[in-house]
C-alpha cells in the first residue's frame, strides 16, 4: 500500500499521509514517499497549491513508536529502511515554490505538529489535539520549530508548547495563532480546498513565490538547523529518549536519568 497518495484538483496537488491504521505514524517510506511527492509538486506546471492532510481520524500521530524504546537512539536506528536518516525530511514544505496548506484533520503529534508547521497555512479540526510531545518523549522538537514556533505564536506560548509538551485543541490552537482556523472536523478538507483553489486560481505564481521565500527567509531557519540538528542527534541517543518511549508506552509517569545541571551539552553551543 502507497503511505503517500496524491491527487490534483482544481490545479490543487492533494498530498495525502496514508496509514490510517497507525494514524500516519511517521516511519522512514512515508517521509521518503512524502518528500517525492513534493517534489513533483513543486515542479510540477499544472500545480498551483498544495494541501497536506491525513487518512482516516489523524493528520500525523507523530513517530512509528514500534521500534519502542530504541525509536531514536541511533546506533540501533542506524541502516534500514526505517533508520533516522530515512525519516528525516529532505524536502520540506517551505521548500515548494507555491502556497502549502495544512488540512489537519486530526491529531497532529510529534513530527505531525512540527511537519504542519512547516506548512505556510494550517486549517485544523476543533476537536484535533496538536502537540510538540518531545519533550516528555526525552527528545527534541525539529525542523526548525525553534525559530518558526515563536515567530507564530509568540514567545510566552511557543515556551508552553515546547517545554510542557502538552496538548492543545484546534480551538485552542486558533486562538494563540498557530493554526489559521478550527472548523467542524467534516470541513476541514473542504475549507482548505477552498482556500488553496482561492490562492492556485487569483494569485500570481511568481509574486506568492517570491512573498513565500521572504516570508521563510525571515524565520532565521538556517542557523536555527544548524544548532537545532546536532543537539536532536545528542538528545536522541541518550537514556532519557528511551525512558520517555518506554513510560509513555507503558503508561506510567517517566523516571529521567540526566540533570540539567550535570548532562547539559554546553559545548555544542559553543
Request: glycine fraction near 8%; charged fraction near 25%; charge should be negative.
Amino acid at each position: 500500500m502507497d503511505e503517500v497518495l496524491v491527487d490534483v484538483v482544481d490545479r490543487v496537488a492533494i498530498i495525502t499521509l496514508n496509514r490510517p491504521d497507525a494514524l500516519n505514524a511517521w516511519n522512514g517510506p512515508l517521509c521518503q514517499q512524502l518528500d517525492a511527492a513534493l517534489t513533483w509538486a513543486a515542479e510540477a506546471d499544472e500545480v498551483g497549491a498544495v494541501v497536506i492532510t491525513g487518512a482516516g481520524r489523524a493528520f500525523c500521530a507523530g513517530a512509528d513508536l514500534s521500534g519502542g524504546g530504541d525509536t531514536f537512539t541511533d546506533a540501533s536506528a542506524r541502516g534500514g529502511d526505517d533508520d533516522i536518516e530515512a525519516r528525516t525530511p529532505s524536502v520540506l514544505p517551505w521548500d515548494v515554490p507555491k502556497p502549502v496548506l495544512a488540512a489537519m484533520n486530526g491529531h497532529a503529534v510529534g513530527v505531525g505538529a512540527t511537519y504542519a508547521l512547516a506548512c505556510d497555512v494550517r486549517i485544523a479540526s476543533e476537536s484535533a489535539k496538536i502537540a510538540f510531545v518531545f519533550a516528555r518523549r526525552g527528545m527534541l522538537s525539529e525542523l526548525g520549530s525553534h525559530a518558526v514556533l515563536p515567530r507564530v505564536v509568540g514567545f510566552s506560548h511557543a515556551a508552553d508548547l515546547l517545554m510542557s509538551g502538552r496538548p492543545v485543541t484546534g480551538v485552542e490552537a486558533a486562538g494563540m495563532g498557530l493554526v489559521s482556523q478550527a472548523v467542524a472536523p467534516e470541513d476541514v478538507l473542504s475549507v482548505t480546498m477552498a482556500k488553496a483553489k482561492e490562492m492556485a486560481t487569483l494569485s500570481a505564481p511568481v509574486s506568492m513565490a517570491i512573498s513565500k521565500r521572504l516570508l521563510w527567509d525571515s524565520m532565521g531557519l538556517e542557523e536555527m538547523r544548524r544548532r537545532e540538528e546536532p543537539l536532536f542527534d545528542w538528545v536522541a541517543a541518550q537514556p532519557d529518549s528511551i525512558e520517555g518511549v518506554e513510560s509513555f508506552l507503558e503508561k506510567r509517569d517517566p523516571d529521567w536519568k540526566l540533570s540539567a545541571v550535570d548532562d547539559f551539552p554546553e559545548d555544542l553551543f559553543a
